[in-house]
């Protein structure tokens, strides 16, 4: 229906077993009546950013993530941390999106994120990487709730399900005030 | 001979004509005596970091490049700004490097960097964001001086050759700074 809210979600993990991944699945869950969470796989198969390749060959991979990203209301990243900052897979994705200049396909986009990790940072400094990384886009990001979901292997049952109550009630926090962040700048829009 | 610094180079950039790669090569003519930069061009070969593929099949091109970084003395890092942040294809190799967790290259290793942007940050924030994600690694880049080359269209003559007089003055001076740094984290080591 047009009220819906489409959201498309994208994993800043490769490895099959990523918390990450299962958290991503889990929001899918966890979204609140009207949205709906669509998981975009592809960003393994994108080459590196190169100006050459950009010019002569724009990706097909690409274009499809350009194509959804537009499509959709908004956009879920979910990232582990790396070195203190996003993987590469991710950042590569990100900017590839953003080209070719004047045709980006990030402009106002809406913006949430989460990470999980097994240290006790929960990926706070890739997140904040990553925000930095969005204002040059002109993306919108969710300022608030964060959920950052720190010492994650005791926080998954054996089958891979998110099992810790305080961080799925701060997973569905944000997820509403998404919705309505989302809402509430197609409106200002309009008005 | 044994008291020659090996420096090993690496751009973020994988296009033939970027502006770092010309940078690098800068530096390989303004190195000062008994410095030598050789250039690592092998990261735009490398997959995606994948926890899976770092478990499974550990990529001989990332063993190549640890080694590399292993054997040298420092290691130079000339980066675009993409998005205030670094390549994906860089922090990819970055990342790569640091494992096997116990089994990173880059502990204690002397880290310089340079960028070059057609902007006027002259990619501070990438480098802003590079020290951030060397902290974790427990490399020691060097912290002044910085070679910050803005508007770089215009310094440039039609053979990519970089004619800035102040700018090749600042990169003689960084590498001159890195050369001290290195010998004097060696000498400290010693005794």
Same sequence: chains 1, 2.
């Avoid at 609140?32 to 097909?60: H, T």
Wanted: proline share 6%; charged share 20%.
């Amino acid at each position: 229906m047009a009220d819906e809210i489409r959201v498309l979600g994208i994993c800043g993990s490769l490895s099959e077993k990523s918390y990450n991944k299962a958290i991503l699945r889990t929001a899918q869950q966890l979204a609140p009546e009207g949205m709906v969470i669509d998981i975009y796989e592809g960003i393994g198969n994108f080459p590196f950013y190169n100006d050459d390749l950009a010019a002569s060959a724009f990706p097909a991979v690409v274009t499809e993530l350009k194509d959804k990203i537009r499509s959709a209301n908004g956009v879920l990243i979910v990232t582990p941390e790396y070195n203190h900052g996003i993987p590469g897979v991710l950042k590569n994705a990100l900017d590839w999106a953003s080209r070719p200049t004047g045709d980006s396909a990030w402009p106002g986009k809406p913006v949430a994120m989460m990470g999980a990790a097994t240290a006790q940072g929960g990926t706070v400094r890739a997140q904040t990487q990553l925000r930095l990384n969005l204002l040059p886009l002109n993306a919108y990001p969710l300022p608030r709730p964060e959920v950052l979901i720190n010492n994650v292997r005791a926080k998954f049952d054996d089958d891979m399900n998110f099992t810790d109550e305080q961080g799925r009630t701060f997973m569905q926090q944000q997820l509403v005030a998404f919705a309505q962040w989302i809402r509430r700048l197609e409106r200002g829009l309009e008005s």
